[in-house]
């Protein structure tokens, strides 16, 4: 795997020495220093899981072959792609959420002289993307459709993100307006379509597939994209931070998480009541306190059963695909992410 992250990140050197040489634009040495450090901070830093996710699933659609340099090359592109996006995804979600730090290191709108220039970084990090696509898959027939693809997710996600906005905006933080619906469609659109059916639906196209023949693959990829957010939701509470690396503060930062929407489903008139009291609040002894009712409602118990039907749901779901190579796909994806812990 290391070996494949290497290659892997070989590519981000080729495609950012591209983008920095463009020449639909008059580069000054200034302006091309700022974004050789802008994508070094915001682009390479995390997990890289989406984007060596369309290498992997490309591989498996091509039933297992060694793939030639150009095909490398390529699956590696469509998924630094997915890379960028995420990138310009954070960089305004930071900004939106007056956040401090990410992947362990300030957020780039919090390093000293870069301020609110982020915003525009942010765009430049979307313009990115068809440029790249543009110099390397211009010549393919499935051109459009990827760029449709990309066009489409973005708006799904953006459009996510708005939802989750506006979920808490008039009339402050309401408990009431949270359910399962409300979680359910923040996370379909704000999470999964990019993180799991957009690497998926690249390797697709690159196989010389229509996507409009894998519906059934789309809503598995989004099933196990909600899957994965209640992970999170319940590792973000539940995890161990020195093993996440992270402290979680859903609670404090009133989140639309799975497990305050479980509680209020369950939950009595006066744990209900302690809830509303305590949700949300910047105070220890408040998170506290609902974290001991998670416990008195046994969440744990109720995650651990969803997570096993989840799984058997998505497994069945997998068998009754009749591709073999998109099967396993799934199956890569699933195996991945089952029974996590961080």
């Known amino acids: 795997m290391t070996d494949l992250k290497s290659k892997f990140i070989e590519v981000y050197s080729v495609l950012k020495s591209e983008l920095l040489n463009d020449p639909a634009f008059d580069w000054t040495d200034a302006s091309r220093q700022w974004v050789d ?55 305004l979600d930071d900004i939106m959420d007056g956040s401090h730090t990410r992947r362990g290191q300030p957020c780039w709108f919090r390093v000293p002289k870069v301020g609110l220039i982020a915003v525009n970084d942010g765009i430049l990090l979307r313009n990115h993307i068809p440029r790249i696509l543009k110099k390397h898959f211009r010549e393919k027939d499935y051109y459009v459709d990827l760029l449709d693809l990309f066009n489409e997710v973005e708006f799904q996600t953006s459009s996510g993100q708005m939802i989750d906005l506006i979920t808490t905006i008039d009339g402050g933080k309401d408990l009431s307006k949270y359910s399962l619906s409300i979680h359910r469609r923040i996370v379909q659109y704000k999470t999964a379509y990019y993180s799991f059916y957009l690497p998926v639906a ?42 996440i690396g992270k402290i979680g503060t859903d609670i404090e930062d009133f989140k639309c998480s799975w497990l305050v929407v479980k509680a209020l489903e369950i939950c009595n008139e006066e744990q209900k009541r302690l809830l509303y009291e305590n949700y949300g609040k910047v105070d220890a002894a408040c998170v506290a306190k609902v974290k001991e009712l998670y416990k008195e409602l046994n969440l744990e118990g109720v995650f651990t059963d969803y997570e096993r039907q989840s799984y058997e749901t998505l497994n069945k779901a997998i068998e009754a695909h009749p591709n073999k190579s998109v099967q396993q796909v799934l199956t890569s994806f699933l195996g991945k992410i089952y029974k996590r812990l961080k």
């Open 37 to 91: 450090r802008m994508l070094d901070y915001n682009v390479p830093g995390g997990k890289l899981n989406r984007g060596l996710s369309v290498v992997d699933s490309y591989k498996l659609l091509k039933e297992g072959k060694e793939l030639t340099e150009d095909e490398f090359f390529l699956s590696s592109a469509l998924g630094w792609c997915i890379e960028w996006l995420q990138a310009y995804f954070l960089v």
């Open 202 to 243: 690249c390797a697709l196209l690159m196989s010389g597939e229509k996507l409009d023949d894998h519906i059934d693959v789309k809503n598995i990829l989004i099933d196990m994209g909600i899957y994965f957010q209640v992970q999170d939701d319940f590792l973000d509470c539940f995890g161990d931070p020195a093993f």
